[in-house]
């Protein structure tokens, strides 16, 4: 019912830069927050960004200053840039919706399948 397509990975060298892209679709009534989380082998899932409708953001402490979060009105499409890449940036990069869907009402979250970047020191 709600698809999200995560695009940009990739292999980049410490220093470098990747931005990812994230796009909604589906039955979707309104996005409230899109976010990105990423997931390094053996370790937890952490949320890296998350950006509202209104423009607010937040960011992981380790991030700050290097990526940044944007998004158009509706928040359909979302980008994280990520400048200054280091090693430990290496992970699985999920987006992830919270929404109103049409089929399932509020409080909806949606996931993408993932996009791998891998940063070589």
């Known amino acids: 019912q709600v698809q999200l397509v995560e695009s940009g990975g990739g292999l980049v060298q410490a220093g470098g830069s990747l931005r990812l892209s994230c796009a909604a679709s589906g039955s979707i009534f309104s996005i409230l927050t899109m976010s990105w989380y990423r997931q390094a082998p053996g370790k937890q899932r952490e949320l890296v960004a998350v950006i509202g409708r209104g423009g607010d953001s937040n960011y992981l402490a380790s991030v700050k200053g290097r990526f940044t979060i944007s998004g158009d009105n509706a928040l359909n499409t979302v980008y994280l840039q990520m400048n200054d890449l280091k090693p430990e940036d290496t992970a699985v990069y999920y987006c992830?919706?919270?929404?109103?869907?049409?089929?399932?009402?509020?409080?909806?979250?949606?996931w993408g399948q993932g996009t791998q970047v891998t940063v070589s020191s």
């Open positions: 992830k919706a919270h929404l109103y869907s049409v089929i399932s009402g509020p409080d909806y979250d949606a």
